[in-house]
């Protein structure tokens, strides 16, 4: 266990420093994956998202609905977690390891979009007077308790979930 | 699909069910205002209790912990709730008896909230003479501590749990 705990320090110090310097490239990356999602949603056909550091801009070219920001790096940093996780496994560079941590990435990342998505439609359903005619009051629920899920539990827990099912646990 | 990875898919199911269920629980108005708030105060009388020991001189008011220069609130999301949620959730999705449940969540979430005293009281200090870096110890850092030792407890909880059956079994 002692080993383990090394390792996971040793991972999550590295995982932070990497997290803090691609910050921007995530938000990049999330606003671009994000923009088609909520094209989906008919009141933002015409949204542009686009990333400036780690913000993401909400932008109406033709003023249908206000413009917001959005700190993206608030939903990409449980990558710390599933990075170090990944590195107090008992061989981390082994390949089997890594093939494990790379699809648990990949379904992490993919999350994440999902997770902005949620995040900009809890902020005009709840935050927005332009929301309130937009929205009921279920839909408005139903949003920010997704979010407020997603924040507070939901993203660790897909992390340790992706962990678990790769048999990170039982190599202690 | 192998028995160890159809036990391992069934548990993180049992897991996922658990964790909606007991989120559930702790969210409504109700709950939050007579057993979260409540439970945030008293986190924030030990911890003012903490910074007044190392002499910081805070005030507490509700969740408020407020010195001369600086002031934390513990919300929802600071005060390890979250953390609990998920180990309750863990510990109760694994196969094991009840009283080893019962033992479990206790310790671990008796753990997990001392941490989060350490939280309270680091994230003060830091915002008073570190207000640069309180962001990201606020956000990435102890958030990210606090699920790690969450998943450490639960995994040395699930290894004591496997050598008591091993050895029940012999």
Known sequence: MLSRAVKFIIGFVVATVVWLWISPLLARGMAAATEPLLHLDARFRDAQLSASESMVSVDAPHGTFPQTKYPADQLTFNVILLVALFASNRKPWRDRNIIAFLISLAIILALQPLALLVTIETYYSGFTKWGETQYGNVATNVWLVLSMFWRLVGMFAAVFACWWVSGGQVES | ?170
């Open chain 2, 1 to 170: 699909m192998t028995p160890r990875t159809r036990d391992q898919l069934r548990f993180v199911l049992k897991f996922a069910i658990l964790l909606a269920i007991f989120y559930a629980v702790v969210t409504p108005e109700p709950v939050d205002r007579n057993v979260i708030v409540p439970f945030s105060h008293a986190l924030s009388v030990v911890s003012g209790g903490v910074l007044n020991l190392m002499g910081q001189h805070v005030r507490v008011a509700g969740t408020v912990i407020a010195g001369n220069a600086f002031a934390v609130d513990i919300k929802n999301g600071c005060n390890g709730i979250e953390a609990v949620v998920f180990l309750c959730a863990a510990i109760a999705a694994f196969p094991a008896s009840w009283r080893a449940r019962l033992l479990g969540i206790l310790a671990a979430c008796t753990i997990v909230e001392g941490l989060n005293i350490i939280r309270i009281v680091s994230l003060y200090l830091i915002g008073k003479y570190r207000p640069s870096a309180f962001g990201a110890f606020h956000l990435a850092v102890w958030q990210s501590v606090i699920f790690a030792a969450a998943v450490f407890l639960f995994v040395a909880w699930t290894s004591k749990v496997r050598k008591a059956d091993a050895v029940a079994s012999r």
